[in-house]
């Protein structure tokens, strides 16, 4: 079954200079081979196309069932020079929230947030 | 028995809220409260509105009320405070705390001020290559405001070991205000890297407050926690071995979990393997967690490796100016009439010669904060503010923007929304960049202040 990544996995966007960090934490273990396996860095640049315009480096934690992505170039010019609203890309995580993954149907039952059918 | 430190979070920033960290001081049980209070930008600024105005003492702007709220409680119970809110005049924030232990009634409180970090003066001696761009320091002399380095938690262990109840600093890494009180209670050598990763990973899980307890995480339908809008910041049980239960006080909203600790864990964070702060390179991959009760999560394994003969410098430089302003559409068509003010605005900047490095114009409600990744097929939505900002050379260039906005009131597109009065639409930009200084070169000191 085709599934969004906020299903999956919960986010958080950090700010360094003209780079940002963007945490992508598996809710249970089962789901995290297919993040890995699927959120790759060149996918994630791509979904995240126009605005992250630097090299894209990911780090895994399998510890933690967690992807760290390092996007350089992704705030604009850095926090006080962006003309980005949200300049220091604090709501920036959210974007990969729709990037779509393939999983097996068998997981379905412990998805977050899916409603009802 | 085990000792058991407990240290809790005052500030993860100089806007941070004040009730929580009063409920630390009056309910934490706390050996230590660690203050937190400063960001990139945060000494440039000071040093830009101290030459504006002499009159400004340097220090944090919140100083008086974080104190107010929490000495009464810190003497009763005899915590001892650590604060970076020195910024750029650690003595005089000594010096003001110094006032309000007095009129406490507070006798013989010694309050410890670290200077040190400030180098502007010869930061492009000290100094060779911008890390960001390769380029030489020295091209940054015409702009530069500030300049100075994160200090590690050695002279804060050094102020707490002769007796000072109370330390103020100038910047300080932050997950060092944290660490310093561990280095102290459990004698950890400066060099031993296995204690001080773990006790350097767990003050950067302190370092932002909140965000380990529930704040900037809640997600409805996804990831709850109850009453954020009762939050409380966090509180560190640290053992002898680096080992620690994360938690908070009682009585209030907010979560401590897995999630909230592995999305703070890895916050700000590039390579979680080599996490390099003043005095240690931190091993995030190691660390093990464990939901322990309640709101307490238990973190062991937290590594560490030996730190670099390096320390970070920030440097801020004068680079130009923002102006900013916007105004709104409602109704069916407001994305229309939206894109047409946006026409009429790009060719207006043409006829006023506009010179700017970039400018940006955002349909807030539809484009503004994901920019060019907004999906194409994003519904409209009902109300749009338009927003343009434009990043120039100069103040006069910048003023532009605004006297263009004003010209959309009875020069723009039907039905379009504007505000009044005007705020002033300019603001001056401080470019941070960063650099290395060999740790040998920096020599903090430490003056000593009596209640």
């Given at each position: 079954?085709?599934?969004?990544?906020q299903?999956?996995a919960?986010?958080?966007?950090?700010?360094?200079?003209?780079?940002?960090?963007?945490?992508?934490?598996?809710?249970?273990?089962?789901?995290?081979?297919?993040?890995?396996?699927?959120?790759?860095?060149?996918?994630?640049?791509?979904?995240?196309?126009g605005?992250?315009?630097?090299?894209?480096?990911?780090?895994d934690?399998?510890?933690?069932?967690?992807?760290?992505?390092?996007?350089?170039?992704?705030?604009?010019?850095?926090?006080?020079?962006?003309?980005?609203l949200?300049?220091?890309?604090?709501?920036l995580s959210?974007?990969?929230?729709?990037?779509?993954l393939?999983?097996?149907?068998a997981?379905?039952?412990?998805?977050?947030?899916?409603?009802?059918? | 028995?085990?000792?058991?430190?407990?240290?809790?979070?005052?500030?993860?920033?100089?806007?941070?809220?004040?009730?929580?960290?009063?409920?630390?001081?009056e309910?934490g049980?706390l050996?230590?409260?660690?203050?937190?209070t400063?960001?990139?930008?945060?000494?440039?600024?000071?040093?830009?509105?101290?030459?504006?105005?002499?009159?400004?003492?340097?220090?944090?702007?919140?100083?008086?009320?974080?104190?107010q709220?929490?000495?009464?409680?810190?003497?009763k119970?005899?915590?001892?405070?650590?604060?970076?809110?020195?910024?750029?005049n650690?003595?005089a924030?000594?010096?003001?705390?110094?006032?309000?232990?007095?009129?406490?009634?507070?006798?013989?409180?010694?309050?410890?001020?670290?200077?040190?970090?400030l180098?502007?003066?010869?930061?492009?001696?000290?100094?060779?290559?911008?890390?960001e761009?390769?380029?030489?320091?020295?091209?940054l002399?015409?702009?530069?405001?500030?300049?100075?380095v994160?200090?590690?938690?050695?002279?804060?262990?050094?102020?707490?070991?002769q007796?000072?109840?109370?330390?103020?600093?100038?910047?300080?890494?932050?997950?060092?205000?944290?660490?310093?009180?561990?280095?102290?209670?459990?004698?950890?050598?400066?060099?031993?890297?296995?204690?001080?990763?773990?006790g350097?990973?767990?003050?950067?899980?302190?370092?932002?407050?909140?965000q380990?307890?529930?704040?900037?995480?809640?997600?409805?339908?996804?990831?709850?926690?109850p009453?954020?809008?009762?939050?409380?910041?966090?509180?560190?049980?640290?053992?002898e071995?680096?080992?620690a239960?994360?938690?908070?006080?009682?009585?209030?909203?907010?979560?401590?979990?897995?999630?909230?600790?592995?999305?703070?864990?890895?916050?700000?964070?590039?390579?979680?393997?080599?996490?390099?702060?003043?005095?240690?390179?931190?091993?995030f991959?190691?660390?093990?967690?464990?939901q322990?009760?309640?709101?307490?999560?238990?973190?062991?394994?937290?590594?560490?490796?030996p730190?670099?003969?390096?320390?970070k410098?920030?440097i801020?430089?004068?680079?130009?100016?923002?102006?900013e302003?916007?105004?709104?559409?409602a109704?069916?068509?407001?994305?229309?009439?939206a894109?047409?003010?946006?026409?009429?605005?790009?060719?207006?900047?043409?006829?006023v010669?506009l010179?700017?490095?970039?400018v940006?114009?955002?349909?807030?409600?539809?484009?503004?904060?994901?920019?060019?990744m907004?999906?194409?097929?994003?519904?409209?939505?009902?109300?749009?503010?338009?927003?343009?900002?434009?990043?120039?050379?100069?103040?006069?260039?910048?003023i532009?923007?605004?006297?263009?906005?004003?010209?959309?009131?009875?020069?723009?597109?039907?039905?379009?929304?504007k505000?009044?009065?005007?705020?002033?639409?300019t603001?001056?930009?401080?470019?941070?960049?960063?650099?290395?200084?060999?740790?040998?070169?920096?020599?903090?000191?430490?003056?000593?202040?009596?209640?």
């Amino acid at each position: 079954m085709k599934v969004l990544l906020q299903h999956l996995a919960h986010c958080r966007s950090g700010d360094k200079g003209n780079t940002s960090n963007i945490s992508v934490i598996a809710y249970a273990p089962e789901f995290y081979p297919y993040l890995k396996e699927q959120l790759t860095a060149d996918r994630f640049k791509s979904h995240y196309t126009g605005v992250v315009t630097g090299k894209v480096t990911r780090h895994d934690v399998d510890g933690l069932q967690a992807l760290n992505f390092v996007a350089e170039g992704a705030l604009g010019g850095g926090v006080s020079r962006s003309l980005c609203l949200d300049n220091y890309g604090k709501s920036l995580s959210a974007g990969v929230l729709s990037f779509e993954l393939e999983i097996p149907e068998a997981l379905r039952p412990q998805l977050r947030g899916m409603k009802e059918p | 028995m085990k000792k058991i430190v407990r240290i809790g979070a005052g500030s993860a920033w100089w806007g941070d809220r004040i009730e929580p960290a009063r409920w630390n001081a009056e309910r934490g049980d706390l050996d230590y409260l660690c203050f937190e209070t400063m960001a990139e930008a945060t000494v440039s600024a000071a040093q830009v509105r101290k030459r504006r105005d002499p009159s400004f003492p340097g220090y944090d702007t919140y100083l008086d009320d974080r104190m107010q709220a929490v000495l009464p409680g810190c003497i009763k119970r005899g915590t001892r405070i650590v604060t970076n809110q020195g910024w750029i005049n650690p003595d005089a924030a000594a010096e003001r705390i110094v006032h309000w232990l007095k009129k406490l009634g507070a006798k013989g409180i010694k309050v410890a001020a670290i200077n040190g970090s400030l180098i502007t003066d010869r930061v492009l001696q000290l100094t060779d290559k911008i890390l960001e761009n390769g380029k030489p320091t020295s091209s940054l002399a015409d702009s530069l405001v500030s300049a100075e380095v994160y200090l590690g938690a050695e002279p804060i262990v050094a102020a707490l070991k002769q007796g000072a109840q109370i330390v103020v600093s100038g910047r300080v890494a932050d997950p060092s205000l944290f660490m310093a009180p561990m280095m102290v209670e459990f004698g950890w050598d400066a060099l031993d890297h296995a204690r001080l990763g773990a006790g350097n990973g767990l003050g950067h899980l302190m370092e932002c407050g909140a965000q380990v307890t529930g704040g900037y995480f809640p997600d409805p339908g996804f990831k709850d926690v109850p009453e954020p809008w009762n939050l409380a910041f966090p509180i560190v049980e640290v053992e002898e071995d680096g080992s620690a239960v994360l938690t908070k006080v009682s009585g209030c909203g907010g979560a401590v979990n897995l999630m909230t600790v592995k999305e703070q864990m890895l916050y700000e964070v590039h390579d979680p393997a080599n996490y390099i702060t003043p005095d240690v390179v931190v091993d995030f991959t190691t660390s093990k967690l464990e939901q322990v009760g309640p709101d307490r999560v238990r973190i062991t394994n937290i590594s560490g490796k030996p730190r670099t003969p390096t320390l970070k410098v920030s440097i801020g430089c004068t680079e130009g100016f923002i102006g900013e302003d916007m105004f709104f559409y409602a109704g069916p068509g407001a994305l229309r009439r939206a894109q047409l003010a946006k026409t009429i605005l790009e060719e207006r900047f043409k006829v006023v010669k506009l010179d700017a490095e970039e400018v940006r114009v955002d349909f807030l409600g539809l484009n503004a904060i994901h920019g060019a990744m907004t999906p194409k097929d994003a519904p409209e939505p009902y109300e749009i503010a338009v927003r343009v900002a434009a990043r120039t050379k100069t103040r006069e260039e910048a003023i532009k923007v605004g006297r263009e906005v004003d010209g959309m009131a009875v020069s723009g597109v039907g039905m379009t929304g504007k505000r009044v009065p005007h705020q002033d639409r300019t603001r001056e930009i401080i470019g941070v960049w960063s650099s290395l200084v060999p740790r040998e070169k920096i020599v903090p000191s430490i003056n000593f202040f009596e209640s």
